[in-house]
């Protein structure tokens, strides 16, 4: 018997056709820099619709702020890059899709620049390249000092834009995705979709990409903005996609830590450039714990702020007084400090970790095709493989644009130039719980507490099974009542992907690049796989690293 939240609903053909039905070639759920990067490639062959749950700005995209990364320079090399994310990705990156993506990524960068990307310059008028943690050269490329992810927005939307077989549905929020059956391994058709104005829609599409970002918001402490629910993750799972090596969750090192404001980003390239971690004391704790102070990798940064706040009780701080022209070099930042009173050439900064990156989720091949006919995944919302337990700074937005532009050229093959699917039987897989309703606001701020205690920078097996009995409990209640809105879906996407993290952690008796247990504090051999989750399967399938996607 499946967890109640794990069922499929909307599935109930008189209710469907009552519904406005739109048609296209290939439909894009997710306007990040994966899904923009799809929408443009795919519509060389077809139409496509973009859907964003909430405004073009409101993505992980235009919150990035270091850069994205790539070899461009003569001084560097792409075997360096492939072996850097091999290092960072500690013994589960499949090497084929690392080589894949820094091979490939040079050519996405320079058509980004050809695109009007206002890169930063040097003073010789030449592209300017930062260093981030774990990056043997200067390989990233960043756009108004800390706002890049901004800017590749920008150029990304302005070309999606001027494309005449594309369109743009923002704060149209999809629901659940269209299969014919509930069984797993039934087509995609596209996706049912809820609008503020023009509520329940259908939209049938020949081809579907999950661009959907990551899933930061299970988590109490978050840099990620308010989209990141894992809807992507859990309508994969739902029909039936596999997910990968869900337990490996990047937490961020520095975030802005003041009681009521948003837990924005303090870039680690503010440590790059001289910044210390201190205690209410005054003392710099990171020398004692790694040879490489603030610049050790970010899980192990993590780590240390979070024991030295549990002996002493007290807070942890950025001290940036000593960066040389902090304001120039981090305007972003700059201002959302002054926005708090903080002036970051007098004042300490509070600082605290906070959920990141989400590594596991949709597998996928090369081409961003999953295992289920009709569906891709890209972006945050996929596992390639590129990423392994950690993912090396600057990779993702790279990642998003090579992983985009395969996605989108190779599903937008099935275009056919008028959309239309055919008619198909819709059936109905909707389940009816026995027990009474949950409170959705109450249910997913216990999630995201829960999942920060139990499943956050450091877990131990009996903090796991806690949560995951948390999640059985759950279960058994129903949502039904409120998932005509969009606010019950993403709770019951919160429950399906929470427990997934939860029990591949649990599963994961190890410490592993970002995943880290107290109660198993080595790597071992005989977690060297990846670890597959599919529906109706309790426990996970296992395949060696490096094997390819099982499509
Ligand atoms: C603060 C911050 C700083 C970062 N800095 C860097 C950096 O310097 N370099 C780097 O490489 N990476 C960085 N990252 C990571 C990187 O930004 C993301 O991994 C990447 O942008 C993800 O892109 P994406 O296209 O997969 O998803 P996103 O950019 O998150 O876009 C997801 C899209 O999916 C839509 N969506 C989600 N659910 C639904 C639904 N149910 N229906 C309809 N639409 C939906 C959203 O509305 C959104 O449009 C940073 C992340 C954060 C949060």
């Not at 109490?220 to 090596?245: F, I, S």
């Not at 990171?286 to 990798?297: C, F, I, Q």
């Amino acid at each position: 018997m499946q967890p109640i939240f794990d069922q499929r609903r909307y599935l109930i053909p008189f209710r469907l056709t009552l519904l406005p039905q739109i048609f296209t070639d290939t439909l894009v759920i997710g306007g990040g820099v994966a899904g923009l990067r799809a929408a443009v490639s795919a519509a060389e062959q077809g139409e496509v619709i973009v859907l964003t749950k909430a405004a073009l700005s409101q993505t992980n995209t235009a919150w990035a702020q270091g850069g994205v990364a790539a070899v461009l320079r003569e001084d560097d090399s792409i075997d360096a890059h492939v072996r850097d994310t091999l290092t960072a990705g500690a013994g589960l990156c499949d090497e084929s899709a690392v080589r894949l993506v820094c091979e490939e990524g040079p050519a996405r960068v320079r058509e980004l620049f050809d695109w009007g990307m206002a890169v930063d310059r040097d003073a010789s008028g030449e592209p300017d390249v930062g260093r981030e943690g774990g990056h043997s050269a200067s390989r990233i490329y960043h756009s108004g000092g800390d706002a890049t992810g901004a800017e590749i927005g920008r150029v990304m939307e302005e070309r999606v834009r001027s494309l005449a077989t594309t369109r743009v549905f923002e704060r149209c929020f999809a629901l659940d995705l269209l299969t014919p059956g509930p069984e797993p391994g039934s087509p995609v058709l596209g996706a049912i979709t809820h609008h503020p104005r023009y509520g329940l829609q259908v939209i049938w599409a020949r081809s579907t990409i999950l661009a959907s970002g990551g899933a930061g918001v299970l988590y109490r402490e978050t840099t990620n903005p308010a989209p990141a629910t894992a809807d992507g993750l859990a309508m994969a799972y739902r029909a039936g996609a596999t997910l990968a090596d869900m337990a490996f969750v990047q937490f961020h090192p520095t975030v802005l830590y003041l009681p009521g404001a948003p837990r924005s980003l303090i870039s680690e390239a503010v440590r790059g450039e001289g910044a210390h971690l201190v205690d209410d004391s005054g003392f710099r704790f990171m020398t004692d714990v790694h040879e490489l102070g603030e610049l050790a990798p970010r899980d192990i940064v993590s780590t240390a702020i979070v024991n030295q706040i549990a002996k002493q009780g007290g807070r942890v701080w950025l001290d940036a007084r000593r960066v040389d022209g902090f304001t120039t070099r981090f305007p972003g930042i700059t201002r959302n400090l002054a926005r708090f009173g903080l002036d970051p050439t007098r004042d300490l900064i509070p600082v605290h970790p906070a959920a990141h990156y989400f590594i596991g989720g949709v597998r996928t091949d090369a081409n961003g095709r999953t295992d289920v006919p009709g569906l891709w995944a890209v972006g945050e919302s996929a596992s390639t493989g590129l990423h392994g337990a950690n993912r090396l700074a600057s990779n993702s937005l790279l990642e998003g644009l090579v992983l985009g532009e395969r996605a989108g050229r190779d599903a937008g093959r099935n275009s056919n130039g008028n959309g239309r699917p055919g008619p198909v039987p819709i059936v109905s897989d909707i389940p009816i719980s026995e027990h009474g309703e949950l409170d959705v606001s109450d249910v997913r701020s216990s999630v995201r507490s829960a999942m920060w205690r139990n499943v956050g920078v450091t877990r131990t097996g009996a903090k796991l099974k806690d949560v995951r009995d948390m999640f059985d409990f759950w279960a058994r209640y129903s949502l039904d009542k409120i998932l005509d809105e969009p606010d019950g879906w993403e709770t019951q996407n919160m429950l399906v992907v929470g427990a997934l993290v939860a029990r591949s952690a649990q599963w994961r008796a190890e410490s592993r690049g970002c995943h880290r247990r107290d109660d198993a504090p080595e790597s071992s051999d005989d977690f060297a796989v990846h670890d597959l989750w599919r529906r109706g399967n309790a426990d996970p399938v296992l395949v060696p690293v490096d094997l390819g996607a099982p499509v």
